[in-house]
């Protein structure tokens, strides 16, 4: 069973950075995605970034596209994500989920959800 471990959460001002990672246990197949989802208080859960590990395409919602970066090591079996110029409405629980195939913005797609990791983005 595929099992995710997000980490790297924090509280940080308008403008800075953090760096999630993501790590994956339980894999036994090739061609994989990775995706990053987050929600915000009240909000419905949001696609946010993807790879996949066949292609290592990767794929971001408009409002990230230029700040933030996923990347991922998939021999160590970690993904992370880069997030910097954060923005107050990036605030939200972020998990790290994976699918079987290519990326999708559906978080009903995905599986292996965990307890995620907070990002709180306030002066």
């Known amino acids: 069973q595929v099992q995710t471990a997000e980490s790297g959460g924090g509280l940080v001002q308008p403008g800075g950075s953090l760096r999630l990672s993501c790590e994956l246990s339980g894999l036994t197949r090739d061609d994989f995605s990775i995706g990053w989802f987050r929600q915000a208080l009240g909000k419905e859960r949001e696609g946010v970034s993807c790879i996949n590990t066949s292609t290592g395409r990767t794929s971001y919602v408009d409002s990230v596209k230029g700040r933030f970066s996923i990347s991922g090591d998939f021999d160590k079996g970690t993904v992370s994500l880069q997030m910097n110029s954060l923005e107050p409405e990036d605030t939200g629980v972020y998990y790290c989920?994976?699918?079987?195939?290519?990326?999708?913005?559906?978080?009903?797609?995905?599986?292996?959800w965990g307890q995620g990791t907070q990002v709180t983005v306030s002066t």
């Open positions: 989920v994976m699918r079987s195939g290519r990326c999708s913005w559906l978080a009903g797609d995905f599986r292996s």
